[in-house]
């Protein structure tokens, strides 16, 4: 591999992009919870009627977004595994207010 040193410039510019990335990825996956917890549960009470309805809302949000469902998946199951609350109290996540979004 190259030696390649890369200018503060940049490093600083990619470092403000990645972290608009990360903070928009975060409220995408948020939205996905709240858009599937309103709207699975009226699909049944069973779980698989749950989980059906959440592959339905994914697969339309991807199809229509031109996205890949793989990547709303990985960020509904983020944002369920580490609910905003939790991001919040841990400085690791370094999320700005949600305001900003």
């Known amino acids: 591999m190259p030696n390649i040193i890369l200018g503060d410039d940049i490093v ?32 049944g009470n069973e779980r698989q009627d749950f989980h059906l309805a959440r592959a339905g809302i994914v697969r339309q949000l991807a199809n229509k977004v031109g996205c890949d469902t793989t990547t709303l998946y990985d960020r509904e199951g983020m944002s369920r595994f580490y609910p905003e609350i939790i991001r919040r109290e841990y400085s690791a996540f370094d999320l700005p207010p949600t305001e900003s979004l």
């Not at 995408?28 to 009226?42: H, M, N, R």
């Open 12 to 43: 600083e510019r990619f470092r403000q992009v990645y972290d608009q990335t990360s903070a928009l990825a975060w409220a995408a996956g948020d939205f996905l919870v709240d858009v599937i917890d309103e709207i699975a549960p009226t699909f």
